[in-house]
């Protein structure tokens, strides 16, 4: 018998999937590049999505801003950020998001996205995992129909 457990079986992270009725490329594409990113997240969006660079988000109408560094974005399959600065909920400092992308069918694509850090001891957490069913949502519209219901629409 194993002594080894899973890593997966028993975390805490904000886990969900959503199937998109798209392919591959297309999910990636929301996820990995500005206008994307501004179609169902917010429409303030600025900085680079090359590895390495950061992103930074802001919300109109709120005094805040989180920024994002792209740890990795492999084409069309995985995008994995890391909070660098999150001035509403400082508890994402270091929490890393992270974007898996696989094809299901000819026509359908899983989006399995998991926030690493993101757990439900976290003051955030209701309001995060409320955030991020939306968002989630909204890659689906934006990718499926072309309008996302990003921060402000």
Request: glycine share 8%; with cysteine; hydrophobic share 40%.
């Amino acid at each position: 018998m194993s002594t080894n457990a899973p890593t997966d079986q028993a975390t805490p992270d904000y886990t969900k999937e959503v199937v998109v009725h798209a392919t591959p490329a297309s999910v990636f594409d929301a996820i990995a590049t500005i206008e994307g990113l501004r179609g169902w997240w917010t429409p303030l969006v600025s900085g680079s999505t090359d590895v390495g660079s950061d992103i930074r988000f802001d919300f109109e109408g709120l005094d805040e801003h989180v920024v994002m560094r792209i740890d990795e974005a492999t084409a069309p399959l995985r995008v994995h950020w890391t909070c660098i600065a999150h001035t509403g909920h400082p508890e994402w400092i270091a929490t890393q998001p992270i974007f898996e992308i696989v094809s299901v069918g000819e026509h359908d694509t899983a989006l399995d996205f998991r926030h690493v850090g993101l757990a439900p001891a976290l003051s955030c957490y209701q309001q995060c995992e409320r955030g991020w069913n939306h968002f989630l949502a909204s890659i689906v519209a934006y990718v499926e129909f072309g309008r996302g219901t990003p921060f402000g629409s």
